[in-house]
């Protein structure tokens, strides 16, 4: 599937010459999520949902999974984990029709990936116990009530949860990362999949692999949206793992995960 698979490398963060997918009905079903009534799009919380980081996050909450309250961006979280009529209405066409294809191609790509970066080793495991999740984002206009928030980040810097995280979408503009010399690179609108390694990666290869530390930083066009759609690999709940110093379940590596922050 992948014989004339082009990749570039650039400290850690990489791009192919795979054509960027539409995200137009996920991108569609994410609004349709957002505009619902606050009361109603709480019942799908982190929390309610307590399956792996599945669920709502929302600008200002203190106890997200994936994001934190200084971060300018509302999230829900789909995974191949919880069961498909777990998740809201506005999503259901998405996860039927288009998110089992995007995984079958996510899972040949990782594959190859692996493969072209000499972790072959790693197939078993991969098949046996990675999952998938997608964090669709959205960061709203910059209203009045956030315009005298001194922050330069829309999204902080972090690493990722993932054993990669694949953005078949492409990206729009505002995506920043930090090179192996600590400077940091804003990065214009890509129309290709780009993807990069996060701390499973980092922990399977026993540190040969450093997860890639990266954020979004706020636009000149205070009044300009943006949406992200990142595609995570990461260990099933109940996988037994045993990489460098960690072992333990799935849901223990989640832990040490979040443990960092």
Avoid: W
């Avoid at 960061?139 to 990722?160: A, K």
């Amino acid at each position: 599937m992948f014989q004339d698979l082009k990749l570039h490398h650039r400290d850690g963060f990489i791009t192919t010459n795979i054509p960027a997918l539409k995200d137009s009905k996920l991108r569609a079903a994410l609004q349709r999520f957002l505009v619902l009534p606050l009361s109603k799009r709480m019942k799908y919380s982190q929390k309610k949902l307590e399956v792996a980081f599945d669920g709502y996050s929302y600008m200002g909450q203190t106890d997200s999974l994936n994001q934190y309250d200084s971060d300018l961006l509302h999230s829900f979280v789909l995974s191949d984990i919880s069961d498909q009529e777990n998740f809201p209405q506005p999503f259901q066409q998405y996860l039927s029709q288009e998110f089992p294809e995007q995984l079958l191609l996510i899972r040949e790509l990782e594959k190859e990936i692996l493969k072209r970066l000499g972790f072959s080793k790693f197939n078993i495991f991969y098949e046996n116990h990675v999952s998938h999740m997608v964090s669709c984002n959205f960061y709203p206009e910059l209203t009045n009530s956030v315009h005298n928030i001194e922050l330069s980040e829309r999204l902080s810097y972090h690493t990722d949860v993932s054993l990669f995280s694949i953005f078949l979408f492409g990206l729009e503009s505002g995506f920043s990362y930090e090179k192996s010399s600590g400077d940091k690179v804003v990065l214009d609108s890509i129309d290709e999949v780009v993807l990069f390694p996060g701390h499973l990666m980092e922990l399977m290869s026993n540190g040969k692999i450093k997860a890639l530390n990266h954020g979004v930083v706020l636009p000149e066009n205070r009044m300009e949206q943006r949406f992200s759609f990142a595609f995570f690999s990461l260990p099933k709940p109940q996988a037994n793992m045993q990489f460098g110093s960690f072992k333990g379940s799935g849901k223990d590596y989640y832990k040490q995960y979040l443990n960092q922050f």
